[in-house]
């Protein structure tokens, strides 16, 4: 198995509903792999802090769209100087389809990782009190988390499922050997 990272770029996918580990994942691989981190809230975030250019886009579908655009951007960029992307984000199939004929444009692979958790007890604790700090953005209360639950809508296969309710660790390492990080 070929190793991914600097010399093999490559898209990595992490999504599911806020407060699944999406985010602590997506940092730990982008550490070990050093490519770029695209998160959809940082992103977002300095566009809301031009209330002019926030307003202009009034609905969410919108505003998700400008974002995944944002990101398309930043990938296809990495891309061409040969360099990996790690998006994390509640990615919905119109991302991903442009963001794998961005990779498949650039002979790179994707890779799709989608977190959940079961326990909607379990998730409430994850969530509450939970301090992200991201500029201009606000912090997620259960109320938007819980309806996020139920509306989110799964990736297509290929993908890995992981189980929040695992350890951090364990999780870590299914999606290295995912990758194809580690033998």
Known sequence: MALHGVNNPFVCVFSGVPGTGKSTLAEAITKETNAALLNWDWIMSA???????????????????????????????????????????????????????????????????????????VHKTRITGRQRNIPGWDELDWRFVAASRSAYEPLPEPKLLIDAAKPIAENLEAVRAYLGLID
């Open 47 to 121: 566009l809301r802090v031009f209330p002019e250019v926030w307003a202009a886009a009034p609905d969410v579908d919108t505003r998700r769209d400008i974002g995944y655009e944002l990101m398309s951007r930043m990938i296809e960029s990495r891309l061409r100087l040969g360099q990996s992307s790690v998006t994390d984000c509640v990615a919905r199939t119109r991302a991903l389809a442009q963001w794998s004929d961005l990779a498949a444009a650039h002979a790179a692979p994707v890779f799709v990782i989608e977190c959940f958790l079961e326990d909607a007890a």
